[in-house]
């Protein structure tokens, strides 16, 4: 990947993280209430392109969701950059995305958020910390902003 690409890339990837994060607290505490299910959608799928971004600015693509957590295990959890439980937490959650978007027979609700959010409060803090120059300024401080405040809204 040359670095023309490679920084298009990971700007991309964090404007779509951001665009997820925004969708999942506004399916938290926008005016039409509640929607769980969208929000454990969203917030994997923010988490997911964090993954991306961070893998494109080491020119790195990965072309699927098992690729990203395959090359991120490799990359930044095996030589520690990102904690240990960082790829069982991702399948995790990306596993309650399919409960979420496939099987609308089993609810998703607010335990669900609650029990993942200091993970993707963490994981957008580290990825942010990683990329350091190499995410747009503005698009980071947004996300930021939104994994900041997913730690502090108060959940019912």
């Known amino acids: 990947m040359d670095k023309t690409v490679m920084v298009e ?4 990837e964090i404007r779509a ?18 929607a769980y299910g969208r929000c454990v959608s ?8 964090l993954g ?6 080491r020119g790195i693509a990965a072309n699927s969701h098992e690729a990203v957590q395959r090359l991120l295990a490799l990359h930044f959890v095996k030589p520690a ?18 409960v979420a ?9 607010v335990d669900d ?3 993942f959010r200091p993970w993707i409060a963490g994981f957008v803090r580290n990825v942010l910390k990683l990329l350091g120059k190499a995410a747009p300024v503005a698009d980071g401080k947004l996300l930021q902003k939104a994994a900041d405040d997913l730690e502090r809204l108060r959940l019912e």
């Open 9 to 12: 890339t990971v700007a991309d």
């Open 17 to 34: 993280a951001g665009g997820c994060m925004i969708a999942a607290m506004n399916n938290l505490a926008g005016s039409y209430g509640k």
């Open 42 to 49: 969203d917030l994997y799928y923010a988490c997911y392109h």
């Open 52 to 57: 991306r971004a961070l893998l494109a600015s």
């Open 81 to 98: 950059a990102l904690p240990q439980d960082t790829i069982a937490k991702l399948n995790e959650l990306m596993d309650k995305r399919h």
């Open 101 to 109: 978007d496939y099987k609308s027979y089993i609810a998703i609700g």
């Open 113 to 115: 958020i609650a029990a």
